[in-house]
């Protein structure tokens, strides 16, 4: 083990397949940190068999032990139905719940880890993050300029501490506490004084047909694929993001990889 590493997590099947693109991505970007993956009980060890393949490291962690109450409140349909989702579809799959599990990075035994959601991809190598102060994310940008003002928890700058996860523990499940972003709601709340990361850290998809100006290949170190997985077999916007999903095609087969840099851009709209 060295002493950093990028970190996700798994917590059913479709997102290790999701995993298993992000892990080869790290590789192929010649990093030198660790590469874990957390997992939850929801995935099954055939899930999990491509991951260790790709030379990640398997780290089995507990859902957090929140109360009925939480639980009901961060329910998928309580929380859909209090907070709708009206620029995208979160796929079946989607657990608002699990999210919180991500936390459990703070217990890991590393100095400095650089956290990325399962649905994310690597371009470049990204190890200066390291380098990173906790807390580092980049703003959820994918609309327009009022983006900003919200964090993206997709990829964050972390430092592993007992004591720190003790303190989020604390506030996270105090009595009626509702966060309706999940763990960004809470994060952004628990570190209100973010260092705010380049957006091309965090390329929302939803950028390539909203903001196209915005979309520069040779720029893009991480891309996330939020709301509709490209793995997912049909979705309303997968015309519009052909040349996403072909890219994340590449990464999760055993193929070559296009050089990302000379990738044609997004065309914008007349």
């Known amino acids: 083990m060295t002493r950093r590493a990028y970190v996700t997590l798994v917590t059913n099947a479709d997102f290790a397949r999701g995993a298993a693109a992000l892990v080869r991505s790290l590789t192929l970007s010649g990093t030198t940190a660790d590469l874990v993956v957390m997992h939850t009980g929801g995935v099954r060890a055939g899930d999990l068999a491509p991951l260790a393949a790709r030379g990640a490291r398997l780290v089995a962690v507990d859902l957090l032990d929140t109360s009925d109450a939480f639980n009901t409140a961060h329910d998928r349909a309580t929380l859909h139905g209090r907070v709708p989702f009206t620029k995208g579809n979160k796929p079946s799959f989607h657990t608002p719940l699990d999210n919180f599990a991500k936390l459990r990075l703070w217990q890991l035994d590393y100095d400095c880890v650089v956290f990325l959601d399962a649905d994310t991809l690597v371009l470049r190598n990204c190890d200066r993050l390291f380098d990173y102060p906790e807390f580092c994310a980049a703003p959820n940008v994918y609309e327009g300029l009022a983006d900003f003002r ?14 720190t996860f003790a303190a989020m523990m604390a506030r996270l499940d105090q009595p009626g506490a509702f966060w309706p972003r999940t763990d960004q709601s809470f994060l952004q709340d628990f570190f209100p004084d973010w260092h705010g990361l380049p957006v091309t850290f965090n390329m929302l998809q939803y950028v390539w047909f909203a903001m196209p100006a915005l979309w520069h290949w040779p720029d893009i170190n991480i891309l996330h694929y939020q709301y509709e997985k490209p793995w997912q077999m049909d979705h309303a916007k997968a015309d519009a993001l052909a040349p996403l999903i072909a890219l994340w095609q590449a990464y999760a087969g055993d193929w070559p990889v296009p050089v990302v840099a000379d990738l044609p851009g997004p065309v914008p709209p007349r």
């Open 150 to 163: 919200r964090m993206n928890s997709g990829v964050f700058t972390a430092r592993p501490d007992a004591a």
